[in-house]
């Protein structure tokens, strides 16, 4: 089973930053568009940024400015810097593959951002 292990969640105060990282087999992060994706409590798992194979990156309008996503194709880890945290940020963040071929999807077990005072 292909595991894509994240860390660096937590409990930050409102403007405050983390930095996301998650780490995928060779096999699969080499052949895939990188992606983070949040849910909250009683919401459906939507985007939060997503950098292909060749770096090229895509956002959702409510992190831009604010997040980066970036990926190391040696390292086969990419990572989310975090910054300008709000309340509404708050949600379980999960790491994906897409696999360029089949559109496969492969998931992590996520990690719990809380930013509150």
């Known amino acids: 089973q292909v595991q894509l292990v994240e860390s660096g969640g937590g409990l930050v105060q409102p403007g405050g930053s983390l930095r996301l990282s998650c780490a995928a087999p060779?096999?699969?992060?080499?052949?895939?568009?990188m992606g983070w994706y949040c849910q909250a409590p009683g919401k459906q798992r939507e985007l939060v940024a997503t950098?292909?194979?060749?770096?090229?990156?895509n956002y959702a309008d409510s992190v831009k400015d604010r997040f980066t996503i970036s990926r190391d194709n040696a390292k086969n880890t990419v990572w989310l810097q975090m910054n300008s945290l709000k309340p509404e940020d708050t949600a379980r963040y999960y790491c994906?593959?897409?696999?360029?071929?089949?559109?496969?999807?492969?998931w992590g077990q996520g990690t719990q951002v809380t930013v509150s005072s």
């Open positions: 994906n593959a897409r696999t360029l071929l089949t559109a496969r999807d492969y």
């Open positions: 060779g096999r699969i992060f080499s052949r895939s568009v």
């Open positions: 950098i292909s194979t060749g770096g090229s990156t």
